[in-house]
């Protein structure tokens, strides 16, 4: 079953079109990425869905509601939650309160503060500097709290906008492996990256945008094969 679809979304920037009646669907429970190099319309895509530019026609469908005038706090609330580009943590606050914010909608002081162990756990050099201030952290730290702020929210569907961008290749490692963990406890997750070979390997589909079009889409395995995308994303020949 669908739990995130997009019909003929159409967007523009001025008298620009960024999208160009891009169609697809993240089924519950999946790892879903797109792929595609920049300017492709991979983070405008991502926006779109989450209410943070205007569309100028189609449809984004979640959880069987009809979201696409939706404002984005109101759509966070309704359990799609985002992880953005470059991290955008909130430098002056500590980490905790960070963390506070991505449970904002959440009156329950209980459930904040299980949520909170839970991002712990997963996260445990977080709870280590959890009275730091968020913007002395390293780039890898601010990869964590960001991912953990959008965990807050119990989110069913997690969005990530190129989670691994500037980071080292073991981090970029321990990334990946935490967004299939938290895949395989039932969340789940529309990535956008260019790291094509990471999330390909994770993902049950996956689309190529290009132009602001899909240009090609499959499972994660047929991708991989495919002599195009070895080709002009793999670095393979």
């Known amino acids: 079953m669908a739990l995130l679809e997009v019909r003929d979304l159409q967007v523009f920037y001025g008298v620009i ?5 891009i169609s697809f669907d993240v089924n519950e429970g999946e790892i879903v990425t797109l792929i595609g190099a920049n300017g492709a319309g991979k983070t405008t895509t991502m926006q779109s ?20 005038k ?19 943590v909130f430098q002056e606050l500590t980490v905790r309160d960070n963390l506070l914010l991505g449970a904002h909608l ?8 299980e949520e909170m162990e839970k991002v712990f756990n997963r996260f445990p ?23 953990g702020r959008a965990m807050m929210s119990n989110p069913k569907i997690l969005m990530l ?8 290749p073991i981090l970029v490692d321990q990334v990946f492996s935490i967004i299939k963990e938290y895949n395989d406890e039932g969340v789940t997750i529309l990535l956008v990256e260019q790291n ?5 390997a994770i993902s049950d589909r996956a689309y190529v945008l290009e132009n602001g079009k899909i240009a090609l889409s499959g499972t994660g395995k047929e991708l991989m094969a495919s002599e195009e995308v070895k080709r002009a994303y793999l670095g393979l020949s």
């Not at 205007?54 to 979201?67: A, L, M, Q, R």
């Not at 906008?161 to 080292?168: A, H, K, R, Y």
Request: proline fraction near 5%; glycine fraction near 14%; charge should be positive.
């Open 70 to 88: 939706t404002p984005g706090h109101k759509i966070v609330g309704m359990g799609l939650s985002q992880v953005p580009e470059g991290r955008r």
């Open 161 to 168: 906008d190129e989670p691994s961008m500037g980071l080292s």
């Open 106 to 113: 959440q009156k329950n002081r209980a459930v904040i503060e």
């Open 196 to 200: 094509a070979g990471m999330s390909l």
């Open 17 to 21: 079109q960024a999208l160009k009646g």
């Open 125 to 147: 050099r977080l709870k280590e500097r959890h009275k730091q201030i968020a913007g002395t952290l390293s780039g890898g730290e601010q990869q964590m709290l960001a991912m």
């Open 49 to 68: 869905i989450m209410g943070l530019i205007p569309i100028k026609s189609g449809t984004v469908t979640f959880d069987g509601k009809d979201i696409t």
